[in-house]
């Protein structure tokens, strides 16, 4: 026991512990440098691991946190795992988290695998609901209803969550209509709805068209006087009237948020902007825009994002160019997601100078276009059959990817459009390029693409051996029809 307290001390004083410590904080160390890349964070938490200093427990506790915030998984599971090699006494908590990042990072068997491995005295309410959250994010229907059925057989003592995590299942699954069973069997079992069970229960009802019950949920929260309604309640409450056209409703659902938001949350505000726009009041728009501003006056660059976001869908250009500026003198890092905004209503409306213009700007300031900025111009040199300037944008964003670090795929109506110019311009050389850059952004290109390429190469009358080689190496199997062309451009016997 004494050396895990000696590893996992209480004391949060980082600046006093011994050299036996690392230096600083756990998190720290983690996203130093390359911030929250994951082969950085992997890199460090190998250097930490490999040093054998020592740590506090919550400073693991905390760490754990940021990497699930930030979806590095694989780095928390094996920083989790470690630390229990070297001595971390778990509590029921600690393995719930820890079988959370087990689904996370090895998938939902290994989960069940490592809850049946745990002792009983950590099968407990916090485990068992981790698991069937599991089973709920994986739309597992019947497991997720099994597990809670052993729940009640096992006399836990349910809370709001499991059912929680249930009817956000019906609702995914769009099973809204088995949502309001859940919630009369939470109340014959005497358990208290919170706010999420509330706000749930109100968008089943909405999706059945049932405006009234919806209106009773609300009324029922504010006789419950247990769970008062907050303001994600009314902006859902607003959302639902602006989807049946009822704007004086959703008004007045909006005036309640501003009323419930005495803690003056910046994502409150930030609905409220959204769905005042969507109810197209411009004039409530900027009142709340100068409420944020007061409220915030070191604006965050998703505000301003927000902002001109609702204001381009107004179309009020010279308002979210405005504020675009206001953004742009006094944004500490220059996002490249801001300009896009402006860029794109530049591309719509056919300014494509102005729209190259702020690329560039953006650039100069540290901004690379990433690939949302290169679908705007592919969009746009797309719909005026500027075929060269098009694929050069898919090259670009290509070669970028997304911004989780994924391959960006193009359109499949754009690649489509574009085998098809190729085939009616019998440019084989054009098309067989094209089929190269897209094989760079996705691991098989399919065999509509291929089939296009085959028809290509018969409207040009060019012959091509190897074809049939290639494509089984691509593993595809195409139609009778491009069979048939397949005879005419290959060399018989191949």
């Not at 009323?259 to 728009?285: C, H, P």
């Not at 050069?392 to 459009?417: L, Q």
């Not at 085998?419 to 897209?438: I, R």
Request: proline share 2%.
């Amino acid at each position: 026991m004494a050396t895990q307290m000696q590893w996992f001390g209480r004391t949060r004083n980082v600046g006093k512990r011994s050299k036996k410590y690392l230096e600083e904080a756990l998190y720290r160390r983690l996203f130093r440098d390359g911030g929250c890349q994951e082969l950085n964070v992997r890199q460090q938490l190998n250097h930490f691991l490999k040093s054998r200093k020592r740590v506090f427990k919550w400073e693991v506790g905390d760490t754990l946190r940021k990497l699930r915030d930030r979806g590095l998984y694989f780095p928390a599971l094996k920083l989790s795992e470690t630390m229990s090699m070297r001595g971390m006494n778990k509590t029921a908590s600690d393995q719930a988290i820890h079988l959370d990042l087990v689904a996370k990072a090895k998938g939902i068997v290994a989960a069940e695998n490592y809850f049946i491995s745990l002792p009983d005295a950590f099968k407990n309410h916090l485990t068992y609901g981790a698991l069937l959250n599991c089973y709920c994010k994986e739309l597992m229907v019947e497991e997720a209803e099994g597990l809670l059925a052993k729940m009640k057989e096992v006399d836990l003592g349910l809370t709001s969550m499991p059912y929680n995590s249930l009817m956000t299942l019906y609702s995914k699954t769009g099973q809204h209509n088995r949502i309001p069973g859940i919630v009369q069997e939470m109340k014959s079992n005497q358990v208290m709805l919170d706010l999420f069970s509330y706000n749930v229960w109100m968008r089943a009802l909405a999706s059945a068209n049932d405006i009234s019950g919806v209106e009773r949920v609300i009324d029922e929260m504010k006789r419950d006087g247990r769970v008062a309604p907050d303001w994600t309640t009314y902006s859902n409450l607003a959302s639902i009237y602006m989807d049946r056209g009822m704007s004086v409703k959703a008004e007045r659902a909006l005036k309640d948020l501003e009323k419930v938001n005495n803690r003056k949350d910046l994502s409150a505000y930030q609905f409220l902007i959204t769905l005042y726009g969507r109810n197209g009041n411009l004039l409530e728009v900027y009142r709340i825009w100068r409420s944020l501003r007061l409220a915030f006056p070191k604006t965050a660059n998703i505000s301003y994002l927000n902002m001109i976001q609702v204001l381009v869908k107004l179309k009020d250009l010279p308002g979210a160019e405005k504020c675009f500026k206001e953004w742009e003198s006094g944004c500490p890092t220059y996002d490249i997601r801001v300009a896009n905004v402006l860029i794109s209503a530049y591309a719509e409306r056919g300014e494509l100078e102005k729209a190259e213009e702020l690329k560039e700007r953006a650039r100069r300031r540290g901004a690379k276009p990433n690939a949302k900025t290169w679908e705007i111009f592919l969009d746009y040199h797309h719909k005026k059959g500027d075929v060269k300037s098009a694929i050069d944008c898919i090259a670009n964003a290509i070669s970028i990817g997304r911004g989780d670090g994924g391959k960006w795929i193009p359109p499949s109506e754009t690649v489509h459009e574009l085998m098809g110019h190729f085939e009616q311009a019998k440019d084989v050389k054009g098309a067989e390029g094209f089929v190269e850059l897209l094989k760079k952004g996705v691991d098989n290109v399919g065999e509509e693409v291929f089939e296009a390429l085959i028809r290509t190469y018969a409207a040009a009358g060019r012959k091509d051996p190897t074809m049939r080689r290639r494509l089984k190496m691509e593993k595809v199997e195409v139609s009778d029809a491009s069979e048939k062309l397949l005879r005419e451009i290959c060399v018989e016997g191949n």
